[in-house]
């Protein structure tokens, strides 16, 4: 494998697909309706983040959001934190669904494709869906959920799950989900701070080819929340599968029954910024924050992000790989708002083989299809040949996101699946359930970059004094605020924890935690978490790079790095390395990493040592967990550092919790000698 260059042009979009995409259609009623010409995106995103009250109030007349009462202003108060967005409107999100469901015979069309481990190809129509959660909302009424209760989700990626999502937000409820593979203190600790009325959940799931039962899990679950005082089960399909256990007075439904309402559904209107759902921050150390959106906000972000950025319309299939308690669940059930059919798939994306989700995309005639960075990755290094392993003409997209999509992937992406796909990366995160950077179907597609500044994003790269950056790596910074940022932090009375969470470093402007660039054509490079930064002999650089030039031998399948900083010593930096199953780190495999290492990016960023390891341990999210394991190796307590139950693969942290302890005695020896 060869190593490829950031920046080489990789695509450019054909006049057809520029002039037909849905961006385009908005520049050019910009033109028609409100007077306003743009010779690029790069003007129109000026003026997105220049005049922010004439943008968003264009999002909403042009997707034609309806409001039950209208705003008073677009904009009372640009200050961060505590913008206030449409204030005196009121709207709910379910409703910018189901405008879309049609009458007659379009009300047969498919809202969601759904297929698992176990199961083929199924749909659920929008008229099915509507009945669905008109019956589950009947239900949660009778069960006393009213406007401001808390629905908590146990569940997996499935149509269950979504149902239980639209019902619950119908009322003025508050959604939170997370999902069956999450330990069970990390989902006690989540809901055990919202306090939820009613638990929608499975007694078990299918992973890998197994059945993973939690009856024993869920039953602990109820008994750690007092405040539950009812519990839907949604069947897991499993023959041998045992009714959990509940606390005296939680009251058990089985799904079947509360879907037997014949109902119509009654949806609330609720204020601009009444709280729609709560997601959670990572949480691998310490109690995760609970992130508080509102209805809409997360409308008008996401119609935005979906349309505009993603190119999704009606005509979609649109399928994001996502656990169910990951924010991609929730952008990929925004694909709804657009009238887009989205489909789901639940299970191992590796099972029975990397090409499972390649099938899928066929199956289910999927146009816009995606998945963490490290999905692709992964199916570049087992040799997977898209292309050969399923018919996949009707896909005209692919997103990426979770972490850095190093260049070597684009070209594998349009060697392997194919020339003409429009590849659009895109980062942002759970913090604000939206997108920073992104795709945009009018712009040229250039390797290891995300295409632009997203609309209504006033995306910098800050150097440490707070200057704006081109062409070098700074902090990302938001300077204007967008309507999906934070409500508040559930349970964060004062404010202190929001404002400490992305405000503390420069006032008044959102930092986000990760390095990036803007490039000279104004695309971004993601370079990993600023908390997370190689500072070697003044010489500051991102993880990503030196993940890349790793991870480009052949016999590497994974790796992390972690820079040792001691006041008034030398770092101390240990690169930890995944080969493949059947190989053994040597000594020339070791110097072929230094090689690189010392070419590609320079002999100061030459690790100190090279280990293998079983495994890279992951948030739930796929992010390496760099930061735990340099506070593991820098004295900090084993218990301190990581939530075991917040994360993808636990087990990994063993080794490392073995390395630290010989690791920290002979860095206390050599220094009792010295």
């Not at 399909?237 to 879907?259: E, K, S």
């Not at 505009?308 to 709804?336: C, E, R, T």
């Not at 204007?480 to 405000?503: E, I, N, Q």
């Not at 070697?536 to 993880?543: F, Q, S, V």
Request: glycine share 10%; net charge negative.
């Amino acid at each position: 494998m060869t190593t490829l260059e950031e920046g080489k042009l990789m695509w450019t979009p054909s006049p057809a697909f520029r002039d037909g995409s849905r961006i385009a259609d908005f520049m050019r009623w910009l033109a028609r309706e409100r007077g306003l010409a743009f010779d690029g995106y790069g003007a129109l995103w000026q003026w997105s983040v220049t005049d922010l009250e004439a943008f968003w109030d264009a999002i909403r007349a042009y997707f034609d959001l309806r409001f039950d009462t209208e705003p008073a202003r677009v904009l009372a108060d640009p200050a961060m934190p505590g913008a206030r967005w449409f204030e005196g409107a009121s709207l709910n999100y379910v409703q910018q669904v189901f405008r879309h469901a049609g009458s007659g015979a379009a009300r047969r069309r498919a809202a969601i494709r759904f297929a698992g481990e176990a199961v083929g190809v199924s749909e659920l129509s929008w008229d099915a869906l509507e009945a669905q959660v008109a019956s589950l909302a009947h239900a949660l009424r009778q069960m006393g959920v009213a406007r401001g209760d808390r629905v908590a989700g146990y569940l997996p990626n499935i149509p269950a799950t979504v149902v239980a999502f639209l019902a619950t937000a119908s009322l003025g409820a508050i959604w939170s989900g997370c999902a069956p593979d999450m330990g069970q203190v990390a989902v006690i600790d989540r809901f055990r701070q919202i306090e939820p009325k009613v638990l929608v959940a499975v007694d078990g799931y299918q992973y890998g080819g197994r059945h993973h039962d939690r009856a024993p899990v869920l039953a602990d679950l109820a008994a750690a929340l007092p405040s539950l005082t009812d519990v839907v089960l949604v069947p897991s399909g499993h023959a041998d599968a045992a009714a959990p256990p509940l606390p005296p007075g939680v009251r058990r439904h089985a799904w079947r029954d509360v879907l037997a309402h014949r109902a119509a559904l009654a949806i609330e209107p609720v204020p601009f910024d009444h709280p729609l759902w709560i997601v959670y921050s990572s949480g691998t150390t310490g109690m995760p924050k609970p992130i508080v959106h509102g209805h809409g906000g997360i409308v008008v972000e996401q119609v935005k992000l979906m349309a505009f950025h993603n190119d999704l319309g009606p005509d979609d299939v649109f399928h994001w790989y996502s656990s169910s308690g990951w924010i991609m669940w929730n952008a990929q059930v925004a694909g709804l708002l657009l009238g887009t059919t989205i489909a789901l798939y639940d299970g191992n994306p590796a099972y029975p083989d990397a090409g499972v989700l390649w099938r899928f995309v066929e199956a289910a005639g999927i146009t816009a299809f995606g998945a963490g960075a490290a999905f692709f990755t992964a199916c570049m290094k087992a040799g997977i040949e898209p292309a050969r392993v399923a018919d996949l003409s009707r896909l005209r997209a692919l997103g990426s996101t979770g972490s850095p999509l190093p260049a070597e992937a684009y070209d594998w992406i349009y060697r392997h699946v194919r020339a003409d796909i429009w590849l659009a990366p895109m980062s942002g995160g759970t913090d604000f359930a939206g997108s920073f950077v992104a795709g945009c179907p009018i712009l040229p597609v250039y390797s290891g970059e995300m295409q632009c500044r997203c609309l209504g994003a006033r995306v910098e790269a800050f150097d440490d004094a707070g200057r704006a950056l081109t062409g070098a790596v700074g902090e990302l910074v938001c300077t204007a605020p967008m309507p999906s940022m934070p409500l508040f932090l559930w349970g964060d009375a004062d404010g202190r924890r929001y404002r400490d969470s992305y405000f503390d470093t420069y006032p008044g402007v959102w930092r986000h935690g990760d390095w990036i660039k803007i490039t000279a054509h104004g695309g971004a490079i993601i370079y990993g978490r600023s908390d997370a930064t190689i500072n070697r002999h003044g010489i500051r650089m991102g993880t990503s790079e030196l993940y890349r030039v790793v991870e480009d031998l052949p016999e590497v399948l994974d790796s992390m790095v972690v820079d040792l900083e001691y006041l008034g010593r030398e770092s101390y930096m240990p690169l930890f390395v995944v080969l493949r199953e059947g190989l053994a780190l040597d000594e020339p495999l070791r110097e072929a990493m230094r090689a690189r290492i010392r070419a590609a990016l320079s002999s100061r960023h030459v690790p100190n040592e090279i280990l293998q390891v079983p495994g890279v341990p992951r948030t739930l999210s796929g992010k390496k967990m760099e930061v735990p394991v340099k506070k593991l190796l820098l004295g900090h307590a084993p218990d301190q550092i990581a939530n075991r139950d917040a994360m993808m693969n636990p087990d990994t942290l063993d080794w490392y919790f073995a390395y630290a302890v010989g690791f920290l005695a002979a860095r206390a020896g050599a220094s009792a000698a010295a």
